[in-house]
Nanobody
């Protein structure tokens, strides 16, 4: 049974930081591309960042220089370090594990950036 469990969301003031974690079980973690997506109310789910099995990273333009994705294959965990947060970063953040035609999602964690 595949499980992706996100944690670390919450309420933070503009300019603040949060670190999201996604603990993964039930798959060969090191063989999967891991990603963080987000969905704000009324919007489609969008890619935030992705890290390949090689460690290569991709970011959407709006988070470049502010967010960092990383993975720990020994802990089967992927992280998203978010800094200089803005109100427009408010969304539910989802963890994704992808390989070939396999797509696996977590339940999401709420991030709210507000003063």
């Amino acid at each position: 049974q595949v499980q992706l469990v996100e944690s670390g969301g919450g309420l933070v003031q503009p300019g603040g930081s949060l670190r999201l974690s996604c603990a993964v079980s039930g798959i060969a973690f090191s063989m999967y591309t891991m990603g963080w997506y987000r969905q704000a109310p009324g919007n489609q789910r969008e890619l935030v960042a992705r890290i390949l099995t090689t460690g290569y990273t991709v970011y959407t333009d709006s988070v470049k220089g502010r967010f960092t994705i990383s993975r720990d294959n020994a802990k089967n965990t992927v992280y998203l370090q978010m800094s200089s947060l803005k109100p427009e970063d408010t969304a539910i953040y989802y963890c994704n594990a992808a390989r070939l035609t396999s797509q696996n999602w977590g339940q999401g964690t709420q991030v709210t950036v507000s003063s």
